[in-house]
């Protein structure tokens, strides 16, 4: 996900860090790892902008699976709600992908999000955030490390490396295109990290990136210049 951090915001207040904290933990319980139980015909990509500093513009494309037809597009813009706050991205974005999810027309067996799922050091990407908020089958797709260590995986398409933290693997490390950097598959909810690596790997057709995540990254471009 992309966000607008300022640098010269004062730190965040401990009492918050510490009620954030508390409700990741109580969230965490609840999340399920699991084989997928659906037939997937559509998938969703999302991912959110941010305007200035105080705006966030959230995007939905749904596309036919395995085909990888756009459906829908939608998008939402609000103000932001919460602060930039690492390893709390979720709370900030979430409300307004909500507001996204809640215009299309029809809904996904499953949403891919440009972010982590529970590769985070409380297991509670943005990926895994939406996925418990909509009990709806989710997955992370990150450009970036954000915890574990790994081995660079063969520079073929279709290489996969383990990302461990604590001794656990949280997500794959996976080379979607022939000597490009990788990107990190990681379940949200609902979903298991076998089918993840699968279904990311099948929507990875000519760019690195895997189509619903790519198009949504676009949109997001295009519609914010709607808003401008």
Known sequence: MAYYRNFDAPPPDPAVLKQLTAQQNEMQQRVLLQKPDFNLKLIAGCDSSFIGEDTILSVFVLLKYPELEVVEKVWHHGPVELPYIPGFLAFREVPNLL??????????????????????????????????????????????????????????????????????????????????????????????????????????????????????????????????
Do not use: W
């Not at 996904?108 to 908020?133: E, F, N, Q």
């Not at 490396?161 to 979607?176: D, H």
């Not at 929507?203 to 690195?208: G, L, P, Q, R």
């Not at 997001?220 to 210049?225: D, I, P, S």
């Open 99 to 228: 507001k996204a999810y809640e215009k299309l027309q029809q809904k996904p067996d499953l949403i891919m999000v440009d972010g982590h799922g529970i590769s985070h050091p409380r297991k509670l990407g943005i990926a895994t955030h939406l996925g418990l908020h909509l009990n709806k089958p989710t997955m992370g797709v990150a450009k970036k490390v954000l915890v574990g260590k790994y081995t660079e995986p063969a520079i073929t398409k279709g290489s996969v490396s383990p990302l461990v933290y604590k001794e656990e693997v949280i997500a794959n490390v996976l080379r979607t295109k022939d000597k490009v950097k990788p990107v990190f598959v990681s379940p949200g909810h609902l979903m298991n990290l076998a089918s993840a690596t699968e279904i990311a790997m099948a929507c990875a057709v000519k760019h690195k990136l895997p189509e619903p995540t790519r198009l949504a990254d676009h949109y997001a471009a295009v519609f914010k210049g709607e808003v401008k």
